[in-house]
């Protein structure tokens, strides 16, 4: 069964850090352009970055508001995506959803079910 | 940064179509992906560049584009349709992933 299945979550205080996983199955996950996508309460789908597959050299790339504090990596060899969350906001409050593409500009075909960081002291 | 603007809201009856835009600049150069989001539940794509329809994906699903603007259809709605659905392009310039603020869509 092809599945992604975050974990980590949790209550963290402003200026705190968390780092969460995604564990990947029933699909080449070495192949796999990963994302993390955020939802905060109430609002929209917000990118917040991506790594590349590791043949494709695994550069990451992040959207502004998260970059410079969040660092995406993976471990090929536990098919699991990280997302290290540093110095974080009442704003980074949401449902983080990891997700897998298979080219550049190719749609999220997986998706996790999310695991939710809150932020407040 | 590159923007997508999306209607808050569509409502339609059982039966009728749902059209849900989403506008960009010059949108039609780009591959716009659309995905249904229930709540409780993980996005999934409907929609892959611009007008290919997943297999699985009923085919009263429909995407177009024209200049600035492409466009969800979704012809004969059911009960079941109703959900936030949003736009997503690749904006080369910026190397980001864009979102459109999404549409929640209601069926009356």
């Known amino acids: 069964e092809v599945q992604l299945v975050e974990s980590g979550g949790g209550l963290v205080k402003p200026g705190g850090s968390l780092r969460i996983a995604c564990e990947a199955s029933g699909f080449t996950f070495t192949d796999a352009w990963m994302n993390w996508v955020r939802q905060a309460p109430g609002k929209g789908l917000e990118w917040v970055g991506r790594i590349r597959s590791t043949f494709d050299a695994g550069t990451t790339e992040y959207a502004a508001p998260v970059k410079d504090r969040f660092i995406i990596s993976r471990d090929d060899s536990k098919n699991t995506l990280f997302l290290q969350m540093n110095n974080l906001k009442n704003d980074d409050t949401a449902l983080y959803y990891c997700s897998a593409a298979f080219r550049p500009e190719s749609p999220f075909d997986i998706w996790g079910q999310g695991t939710m960081v809150t932020v407040s002291s | 940064s590159y923007v997508l603007t999306q209607p808050p809201s569509v409502s339609v009856a059982p039966g009728k179509t749902a059209i849900i835009t989403c506008g960009g600049d010059?949108?039609?150069?780009?591959?716009v992906h659309w995905y249904q989001h229930k709540p409780g539940q993980a996005p999934v794509v409907v929609i892959r560049?611009?007008?290919d329809r997943p297999s699985g994906i009923p085919e009263r699903f429909s995407g177009s584009d024209s200049e600035n603007t492409a466009t969800l259809t979704i012809s004969r709605v059911e009960a079941g349709d109703e959900a936030d659905y949003y736009c997503?392009?690749?904006?080369?310039?910026?190397?980001?992933?864009?979102f459109g603020g999404g549409t929640k869509l209601t069926v009356l």
């Open positions: 997503q392009v690749w904006d080369d310039s910026s190397d980001h992933w864009v």
């Open positions: 560049y611009g007008s």
């Open positions: 010059d949108i039609e150069s780009k591959s």
